[in-house]
């Protein structure tokens, strides 16, 4: 009977292990998620010092993406490349329609020019009308004192000194009465605003200089301030990629703080600017928009800005690590 009962008991199961990988990966989860949240703890219990360093990094951020947006809409106030190369002729104002008409044409089979676009008398003054504001003014005159127009675009390979060579020939036609040619000082508006964006540029560079160096040295005080607790973890085994964690993640959170306080300010300059910016483009009949700051320039600010506090934290955090002595 007690071989039969004991034959007939159950056995305990098993313990069930988790398989090995599983666990790693779960562990190495845990330590990430604590490192992110107590990184962003230590920034919260020391507010003053955490406000004082995002406020310089987020100037540093805001300054060349305001120089950029101010570049890009002079661009476009610069006119496009196309209006930059076109010639205006005015003729004559004896002339009739049709010698104008034959005019346009001849130009149109030259070899060096691309169009011609013919503005009347009528289209010049209505054009004026419409753009000017002098609507009443014009409606005392009992005739059309505007010259009939040509606009003449030269061809693609037409540029420089045959561009030039060009206007020269128009102004020896004798049904010409004057040629403008404007292509000149475009070119030095767009070597003014070439100059200028490399100046932007150069800026961007020193102030993303200055964001890392601010990022280090915030690094290296936090590595001071831990660095006997640093020393137990060396002597406890834990390696360099487990000491560096909880600093790469802070130098995380000032990036992404940072690049969030520049975007907020580059939107609080917009506003301030907005009623003036209105008026001004008012004024000049709604000829151009001014624009903001795309959102995809927004995103491309704002990873470059978690980029530049990652790779601070990590080239300060490593520094220090390797020297074995974080004092």
């Known amino acids: 009977m007690n071989r039969r009962t004991e034959k007939n008991r159950v056995k305990p199961a098993a313990p069930v292990r988790e398989p090995r990988g599983r666990f790693s990966l779960r562990a190495w989860r845990e330590q990430h998620l604590y490192s992110l949240f107590s990184s962003l703890g230590r920034l919260v219990a020391r507010p003053w010092a955490t406000a004082l360093t995002l406020a310089v990094l987020s100037l540093a951020l805001a300054l060349p993406l305001l120089f950029w947006l101010l570049l890009d809409n002079l661009r476009d106030l610069g006119g496009q490349a196309e209006d930059a190369r076109a010639i205006s002729v005015f003729l004559k104002p004896d002339l009739g329609s049709d010698t104008v ?95 200028a964006q490399r100046g932007a540029q150069v800026l961007a560079g020193l102030l993303a200089l200055a964001a890392l160096l601010v990022i280090g040295n915030t690094v290296r005080l936090d590595i001071q301030g831990r660095s006997e607790e640093i020393a137990v973890m060396q002597l406890l085994g834990a390696d360099d990629g487990f000491v560096r964690r909880p600093f790469l993640y802070t130098g995380l959170w000032y990036g992404i703080l940072a690049g969030v306080m520049s975007l907020m300010l580059i939107a609080i300059v917009q506003w301030v600017l907005a009623a003036p910016l209105a008026q001004l483009v008012a004024s000049y009949d709604h000829r151009f928009d001014v624009h903001g700051m795309a959102p995809v320039t927004m995103l491309a600010a704002f990873g470059a800005s978690i980029a530049l506090g990652w790779l601070g934290a990590f080239i300060a955090a490593s520094r220090h690590i390797a020297l074995g002595q974080p004092k």
């Open 101 to 195: 008409a034959k005019l346009a044409a001849q130009l149109r089979g030259q070899s060096d020019v691309a169009g011609v676009v013919l503005k009347s008398p009528e289209q010049g003054l209505d054009e004026f009308r419409s753009r000017a504001g002098f609507a009443d003014a014009l409606q005392v005159l009992h005739y059309n004192p505007l010259p009939a127009l040509l606009i003449v675009s030269p061809r693609a390979d037409v540029t420089g000194d045959a561009a030039a060579e060009l206007a020269r020939r128009l102004r020896s036609d004798p049904a010409v009465d004057l040629v403008q040619y404007d292509a000149q000082w475009r070119q030095r508006l767009s070597a003014i605003l070439g100059l």
